[in-house]
């Protein structure tokens, strides 16, 4: 309620609940930096943290939702209610707020980029550099490349070499920051859809943001399972059995129709060399001799 | 001899298919087959080759295909011919490694730019003659146990999955008369087929060598 207080002051009609959620999250993030916990039910997601509506409710008896409603006014809230807070913790929750709240404002007005500056300042704290690489680096450049509907498969759409080449170095780093230690349920896939980009940046840019944007979808249905404070037991399960049943299946099937089309064109125009030739029966005759390995030691 | 004849196949000819090679296992595994004639195979064939957890095929696929994946991964990494081959010390494809750091020149964009066309043909040629199987393989269920022959053949094969696979095509026989029970492997199945003919309603238990 201090957030949106706050928040009504500098103008309710430029308050998004997007940057509330940020707030949110910066605000509870530096309180626990002095000993106070609010205990935000909240996972990382698509767009940096996002408070869990359901565990909130649980916790609080109220919705989320009034404080932000999806597309609406922010309620006005001029005067706070009284939780019974001891004065010298209501004055560091006063501080934290003000203080994150300065940082996105000046001369009492939002700055033109303060939904930047949130979203930046929520990524410090994410848990992965592979999220800052991904989501601040390489969507955030494509994204540009988008019409101004949204619409990112545009037949015409053509990356010139400068372009491709920044989309290259991001997925070169890309590489290199995978968690694969905290994420190796996907680490398989990842590589796979890298290599995937790559054969869209040779045989068809008009995939290449959605490409991009599926996996960063899938890969923050894995990301708020795994990372994720405050969230009622039953909240992740139940994203769990979703992520395993139906997006994750779902999407590898997706991939793998693309790939198939994609390196079916790019072998159309550029036939196996001898080289490669020679190379790939000598993987074929590894992978029949690991194949019949195994048979024969189960035989044994 | 009918014009089409059913070959009820084991999973050693699927595999020596899927992981194609011109040897003396691959050309028979593609002409039996690429050829006319009615194929069939088992679920506990499709699960030894396909199976989601243990399918060797799937999961040899997947192995290889990781690997090239960590060898591109370890180049970003490291810039490092040396290192590569370090990394790749622990894999299955570390000869292959070798193989295609010795035709690269210590040249990184080449070399990757190799480990990628090399591991996009392996995926792309499984990928294809997996659907030929799809299209050309018939899959068949057992329904029954038939256990009066499992305890004659248990006698006879030691192995409890070749007696799965014998079953299996001797109930592919109920529904095509004349099935051929086709093997790339001289044991087991094989060599006891004299034993395993009179009890079942396979033809004959063919050695995929016949087929070169």
Redesign the interface.
């Known amino acids: 309620m201090d957030i949106v207080k706050n928040a009504n002051f500098y103008g309710s009609k430029y308050y998004k609940q997007y940057h509330f959620y940020k707030l949110l999250f910066l605000v509870y993030f530096e309180l626990k930096k002095v000993d106070i916990d609010i205990k935000l039910p909240y996972s990382w997601y698509f767009f940096g943290d996002l408070p869990d509506a359901q565990t909130f409710e649980y916790m609080t008896g109220g919705s989320l939702g009034y404080y932000t409603p999806g597309q609406g006014m922010l309620p006005r809230i001029d005067q706070l209610p009284d939780l019974g807070i001891e004065e010298p913790t209501r004055k560091k929750i006063d501080d934290v707020v003000k203080n994150e709240y300065s940082k996105i404002t000046a001369n009492g007005r939002f700055r033109k980029d303060y939904g930047d500056i949130l979203l930046k300042s929520t990524y410090d704290e994410a848990p992965f550099e592979f999220q800052r690489v991904f989501n601040r680096g390489l969507l955030q450049y494509v994204q540009k490349f988008k019409t101004e509907e949204g619409q990112s498969t545009l037949t015409v759409l053509r990356f010139d070499f400068t372009e491709l080449s920044k989309i290259g170095r991001f997925l070169?780093e890309l590489?290199?920051v995978?968690p694969e230690d905290e994420m190796p349920e996907i680490?398989?896939l990842f590589?796979?859809w890298?290599?995937t980009v790559?054969?869209t940046i040779l045989e068809d840019h008009s995939k290449l943001i959605v490409v991009i944007e599926n996996f960063w979808e899938t890969f923050c249905g894995l990301l708020r399972i795994k990372k994720n404070e405050n969230v009622l037991p039953h909240v992740v399960e139940q994203w769990e059995k979703e992520y395993f049943t139906t997006t994750l299946p779902d999407y590898e099937m997706k991939l793998k129709k693309l790939r198939?089309t994609l390196?079916?064109n790019?072998?159309e125009a550029n036939p196996?060399g001898k080289?490669?030739?020679d190379?790939?029966?000598?993987?074929?005759?590894?992978?029949?001799d690991?194949?019949?390995e195994?048979?024969e030691a189960?035989?044994a | 001899m009918p014009d089409v004849l059913n070959y009820f196949l084991d999973s050693n000819v699927i595999i020596g298919y899927i992981f194609y090679q011109a040897d003396h296992w691959g050309v028979p595994a593609k002409n039996v087959i690429e050829n006319e004639h009615k194929k069939h195979y088992g679920v506990f064939v499709h699960e030894e080759c396909f199976g989601v957890q243990w399918g060797k095929c799937d999961t040899i696929e997947k192995r290889i295909n990781s690997e090239f994946g960590r060898a591109i991964t370890s180049l970003k990494r490291d810039h490092s011919v040396d290192m590569l081959l370090y990394d790749s010390e622990k894999w299955k494809i570390s000869g292959i490694i070798q193989q295609i750091v010795a035709s690269s020149n210590n040249d990184l964009n080449s070399l990757e730019s190799r480990i990628r066309n090399v591991q996009r043909v392996f995926e792309t040629e499984c990928d294809d003659r997996r659907e030929i199987i799809k299209k050309n393989v018939m899959r068949h269920t057992r329904r029954l146990p038939y256990r009066d022959i499992y305890q004659i053949l248990q006698k006879i094969i030691p192995d409890p999955d070749d007696i799965e696979v014998v079953l299996d095509a001797h109930d592919v026989g109920h529904h095509f008369p004349e099935i051929f029970l086709i093997t790339g492997d001289g044991r087991h199945i094989y060599r006891n087929k004299s034993s395993i003919l009179p009890h079942t309603k396979i033809k004959d238990v063919k050695l995929l060598s016949d087929y070169r």
């Open positions: 070169d590489m290199v995978y680490y398989d590589l796979r890298e290599d790559r054969l198939k390196l079916h790019h072998f196996v080289n490669t030739r190379t790939v029966d000598n993987v074929m005759k590894l992978a029949r690991l194949a019949l195994t048979q189960k035989g």
